[in-house]
């Protein structure tokens, strides 16, 4: 029997509750809505902008400021890790995406542009 195949790492005693934690974390990671709010950033600030809402921004600094986040954030991670723990960073930083979420639609809903920006950015950050 092959000792490098998936099939090994899920049902190997020793091996298979890293591997399901791994998965865990990668379709939690999906469904954390990072993906979809770079994809349809600029959709997100352009209907805002439709909308009514005032930004100081253009929706084009806008979603140059989301890239930005996420590499302050990929260097901030680097260095997080040695004060944190994986546990307190992951469920914490759960946490944090999701009151963020929630924030920015609630933002959205008030029509407050810089606001939802904001909220994205730290988003972004944290993820």
Same mark, same amino acid.
């Given at each position: 029997?092959?000792?490098?195949? #998936?099939?090994?790492? $899920? @049902? %190997? ?10 998965? /865990? ?8 809505? +990072?993906? /979809?709010?770079?994809?349809?950033? +600029? +959709? ?6 439709? +909308? ?5 921004? @253009? ?14 954030? #990929? !260097?901030?991670? *680097?260095?997080? !890790?040695? *004060?944190? @723990?994986?546990?307190? $960073? ?7 995406? /999701? !009151?963020? $979420? ?6 959205? %809903?008030?029509?407050?542009? %810089?606001? @939802?920006?904001?909220?994205? $950015?730290?988003? !972004?950050?944290?993820?």
């Amino acid at each position: 029997m092959v000792q490098d195949s #998936a099939w090994h790492a $899920l @049902t %190997d005693p020793n091996k298979r509750n890293a591997s399901y934690i791994c998965l /865990a974390i990668s379709i939690f990671n999906n469904f954390s809505g +990072q993906s /979809a709010i770079c994809m349809f950033s +600029q +959709q997100i600030f352009e209907g805002l902008t439709s +909308q009514g809402a005032y930004s100081r921004y @253009t929706v084009k600094q806008e979603n140059s400021f989301i890239g930005y986040a996420a590499v302050i954030g #990929a !260097v901030l991670s *680097y260095f997080s !890790v040695n *004060y944190l @723990t994986r546990r307190v $960073l992951f469920c914490g930083g759960h946490f944090i995406m /999701a !009151v963020l $979420l929630f924030l920015s639609g609630f933002y959205i %809903d008030m029509k407050l542009h %810089d606001m @939802t920006l904001t909220c994205v $950015l730290v988003f !972004v950050v944290v993820f």
